[in-house]
C-alpha cells in the first residue's frame, strides 16, 4: 500500500525542528496489509539501525551531507502489539495482520542537515518522534 499526501495535508506533523509525523488512519479489513514510509534516494547512502524502547528506527546518510531517520512504534518479533513492524531497504513499515484492531500508525521522522557517516551526533536526540 502506497500513500501519497498532499504538502498541506493534516496528516503531516512537523514541528519545525528537523522532525515530525506522518499520521495513516487506516481501518483494518481482515487481511493482511502493509504500511510503509520509504524514500527513493537520487545519491548512494548508508544506513544503520537506531531502535529505543517501544521504538524500531532505521538511519540513513546520504552522499549530500545529510541524514534522515525513519521510526515507528512497535518492537520487531514482539507479541506486544497486533501488529508487526519491519525494516525496509529504503524505510520502514508496519504489517497489518490478520486480527489486528490497532486503526493509526505513525512514521516517525527526522533529518540533520551538513552531517557525514564518521560525523559524531547526538543520536537520543533523533529518536524522539513526539511532535
Known sequence: M????????????FSGMNKGGIE???????????????FEPVCGYKSFWESGERLECQGFYNDNRYKISIGVEGDIGSD??????DCLENGMSYHVKNGTKTKNYVFGISWIDNVGWDDPIEEDNNRDIET
Do not use: M, Q, W
Not at 5 to 12: I, T, W
Not at 25 to 30: A, E, I, L, N, S
Open 2 to 13: 502506497a500513500i501519497l499526501f498532499p504538502k498541506n495535508s493534516d496528516k503531516f506533523r
Open 24 to 38: 495513516i488512519t487506516y481501518v483494518p479489513d481482515g487481511n493482511e496489509h502493509d504500511i510503509a514510509c520509504i
Open 80 to 85: 506486544e502489539y497486533d501488529y508487526g513492524v
